[in-house]
């Protein structure tokens, strides 16, 4: 089988795993090929992610290495199998990879949660308000890029518009909801919809007004996106250019804390639409 050129995140996820599995187990590559009847280079090639790895002998190698958590072991191996070929698949070769990538992550999450302090997150953009912020990129977009972008970004919307809505969560700073990406007419209509959307039933949105007390913030935007097993979470940092994928526990647990925090300091759902509500009214 010819080595994959390029791996998506996706695929290197798992290799990261299963590259964690033999380390806690405390052995060598040349000793794990030696349990699977393989060469050291095949055992390094799927830990870099250049080569699958089949559910049988994924199981294997999860026994090998005293891997006693079945859910855990279910989820790499759903990882490992899994041929999707998804919408994103038409802009490989015409975007960066990352943007692939992201698209991915959200399509295979079990949850998803976007903190945003000067942007409206991704998957709540208007065609407008998107196609403002790509405008502005330094250097410049090509046109036809530019479009090819902004397309992607509202497919993206997929995971709420979708036959089976992924939970989503989204804190807003007030400084997102007022700096006018755009005009005056694309800001109202970015609020508008994201008060209609607001109102779903699997979507959240918490808003963190300027004049609330004792908040200090972190003021760094990241997603995190809901693995089958909290262990295979990933925090993504999303941008108008690119996408970096934070998966170590220490990351995870450090932004986990700060969702909480967040959570715990911004309005409540129904608090948050009269803000926007009211603040729609003032742009």
């Known amino acids: 089988m010819a080595l994959r050129r390029e791996p998506t995140a996706r695929q290197l996820r798992l290799a990261v795993e299963l590259r964690r599995l033999r ?3 405390g052995l060598a590559t040349r000793e794990a090929a030696a349990l699977l009847g393989v060469s050291s280079a095949q055992i390094s090639q799927i830990e870099m992610g ?6 049988k002998r994924l199981r294997r190698l999860a026994g090998h290495y005293s891997c006693t958590d079945q859910a855990l072991i279910d989820a790499l191996v759903a990882m490992a199998t899994d041929r999707t070929r998804g919408w994103w698949e038409e802009y490989r070769g015409l975007l960066p990879t990352p943007f692939l990538d992201l698209a991915e992550l ?4 079990r949850f998803v949660r976007d903190v945003q302090f000067l942007y409206i997150p991704g998957p709540l953009q208007t065609e407008h308000y998107a196609r403002s912020i790509y405008s502005d990129n330094i250097p410049e977009l090509p046109d036809d890029e530019l479009e090819l972008r902004v397309r992607h970004r509202m497919q993206r919307k997929v995971i709420l518009d979708g036959d089976e809505p992924t939970p989503y969560e989204a804190i807003i700073h007030e400084a997102a909801l007022r700096i006018r990406v755009g005009d005056r007419a694309t800001l109202r209509a970015q609020l508008a919809d994201l008060l209609e959307r607001s109102e779903a039933e699997h979507t959240t949105v918490r808003v ?6 004792g908040f200090g913030g972190s003021w760094t935007p990241v ?3 809901g693995g089958a097993v909290p262990r295979l979470d990933t925090a993504v940092r999303d941008a108008p250019h690119t996408a970096a994928f934070l998966d170590s526990e220490a990351q995870l647990s450090v932004l986990r804390t700060l969702l909480r925090k967040l959570k715990t300091a911004s309005l409540d759902p129904t608090r948050s639409r009269d803000f926007i509500h009211r603040l729609c009214k003032e742009v």
């Open 23 to 25: 380390d806690a187990a």
């Open 50 to 55: 250049l080569a699958g790895v089949s559910e």
């Open 106 to 109: 959200e399509h295979h999450a």
């Open 208 to 213: 963190i007004p300027f004049d609330l007390e």
């Open 223 to 225: 997603m995190l996106a």
